[in-house]
């Protein structure tokens, strides 16, 4: 299940027999966004994004998208934030609480019922 929330921005839901996976996306961006979203990640005085994206990395998300080998043109080799300024994409994901509960062989070891509260989309 993909739910849209902007333009170019999305929240993903998969389950397959690896469990349920959790994904934030910013994809194809439109023309002349990328050149924005590295302006933001540059600036000195704008560290939000960078703060967020590691805060999410450190929580257990891997981070991913169309990343390039180097970073781009304008921007100086050693900046503080060049893995970020590398991205024409970015995406979090990972797999829920709920799926470390599986073990290797398929069979359940952690989960319970739903909750009488819990309702599926």
């Known amino acids: 299940m993909v739910i849209r929330l902007g333009c170019k921005i999305e929240i993903g839901l ?4 690896d469990g349920l996976r959790i994904q934030g996306a910013w994809w194809y961006p439109g023309p002349g966004q990328v050149d924005v979203f590295r302006k933001a990640v540059a600036s000195e005085g704008r560290r939000e994004l960078f703060a967020i994206v590691e805060d999410v990395r450190k929580k257990g998300s891997d981070i991913s998208g169309d990343v390039m080998k180097r970073p781009p043109r304008g921007f100086p080799t050693d900046h503080s934030r060049t ?6 994409s970015l995406i979090a994901a990972r797999p829920s609480a709920a799926s470390s509960g599986c ?3 398929g069979r359940s070891t952690g989960f319970s019922r739903p909750s ?3 309702t599926p989309c």
């Open 14 to 17: 998969w389950f397959d027999l």
């Open 116 to 118: 009488p509260t819990w």
């Open 83 to 88: 893995d970020l300024l590398r991205h024409r």
């Open 103 to 105: 073990s290797p062989q």
